[in-house]
């Protein structure tokens, strides 16, 4: 059994499959890279690559994947919209994330990316439902800087002071798979929430 997986990033294929190894082995993972997704997403909207993903999600289905995980927090409500299409289930792997953060009161959202921030405050508020909550973004500064040079540690240093420097919250959601290994270098004692643990459990299940 085959879960195909969509990165806009290839920094997520070893991280995935050390996931796997440690939480699922024997789940067979195909990485699906491509890059200039989010480079469009970023530059006309998630709506831009739609076409784009479909076809990429048709072509995994194709070659036996049993489901997909869309590692991107940016195109993931594109990828989920094209499940009925694909005819297996597409998941986004930061919606378990916004299921356990909706259930606070007071979120604040970290992101390395503003383009990340409309969609995971979407995915939030649709998972909240009726419930009142104050929902605060903050945008890491330098952090995307680092990421795209390459720099991981000065990247999870950006994203774990950030979350250090938040107060007056129930929980902190880091919005961007890519920051998960920042919460091992917090010090702050409000609950801090990433996304590929869970995501990928969701994803396992829906292979099963």
Do not use: N, Y
């Amino acid at each position: 059994m085959t879960l195909a997986l969509l990165h806009t990033s290839p920094a997520h294929v070893p991280a995935f499959d050390a996931l796997r190894d440690m939480d699922h082995p024997g789940l067979g993972l195909r990485h699906l890279v491509a890059e200039d997704l989010l480079i469009r997403a970023r530059k006309s909207g998630p709506g831009a690559v739609a076409g784009e993903v479909r076809a990429l999600l048709a072509g995994a289905v194709a070659e036996g994947a049993r489901a997909v995980l869309c590692t991107c927090s940016t195109i993931g409500g594109v990828a989920e919209s094209a499940a009925a299409a694909a005819g297996v289930p597409v998941l986004r792997v930061d919606r378990p994330m916004a299921v356990a953060a909706a259930a606070r009161e007071r979120v604040v959202v970290l992101a390395a990316l503003d383009a990340t921030l409309a969609p995971t405050l979407a995915l939030l508020a649709e998972e909240r439902g009726d419930r009142t909550a104050e929902v605060r973004t903050v945008l890491v500064d330098g952090a995307w800087a680092c990421f795209e040079a390459d720099d991981r540690e000065g990247f999870l240093d950006l994203v774990a002071a950030a979350a250090d420097a938040v107060t007056d919250a129930d929980v902190i959601v880091l919005a961007q798979a890519s920051m998960a290994d920042a919460v091992t270098r917090t010090v702050t004692r409000i609950p801090v929430l990433s996304s590929p643990r869970t995501g990928l459990a969701a994803a396992a299940a829906a292979v099963r």
